[in-house]
C-alpha cells in the first residue's frame, strides 16, 4: 500500500515536471511561453493583445497546476516513507527481568526465595 503510495507521488512529480514542457504553439513549451508571459516583452504583449492575455493565462495556470501536482507528488512520497518507518518491526521488550518470582515452601507455604531449605520449618524443598 505505502509503495503504492510513494509511486503514486513519483508519477505526479515525474507529471508536474513534464508538462510544463509539452510544446503546445509554435513549438514553444507552456514553461517557456509562462516566462515570455512575465518577460517585459510579455507584459507589453498582454496589455496589447487580448490574444496574448489568454494565451498568457492558459499557460500559467498550466505551470500553477504542474507546481501543484509536484507538491502533492512530493507530500505522498514523504507520507509513504513516514509509514514505512512507523510500521517497522519495534524491538520487543524483554519480560525475563520479571521472570525471577520467590518461592514458596511446599510443606508450610512460608516464602523461602532462594533457600533450599525452609527458614520456618526447615524441611529441604528438593
Ligand atoms: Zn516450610
Not at 61 to 70: D, P, R, T, W
Not at 92 to 118: H, L, M, N, P, W
Amino acid at each position: 500500500m505505502r509503495r503504492g503510495l510513494v509511486a503514486l507521488g513519483v508519477l505526479l512529480v515525474i507529471l508536474g515536471i513534464l508538462i510544463p514542457e509539452i510544446p503546445i504553439s509554435g513549438g514553444y513549451s507552456i514553461r517557456e511561453i509562462d516566462n515570455l508571459c512575465k518577460s517585459a516583452f510579455g507584459v507589453l504583449g498582454r496589455l496589447l493583445s487580448p490574444a496574448a492575455q489568454r494565451e498568457c493565462g492558459k499557460a500559467a495556470a498550466v505551470v500553477l497546476f504542474s507546481e501543484i501536482l509536484i507538491i502533492i507528488g512530493v507530500v505522498a512520497v514523504v507520507v509513504g516513507l513516514l509509514k514505512g518507518a512507523k510500521s517497522s518491526p519495534k524491538e520487543e521488550i524483554s519480560s525475563a527481568q520479571t521472570a525471577t518470582v520467590g518461592r514458596y515452601c511446599k510443606f508450610c507455604g512460608a516464602y523461602i526465595g532462594d533457600a533450599k531449605f525452609c527458614p520456618k520449618c526447615g524441611r529441604a524443598q528438593e
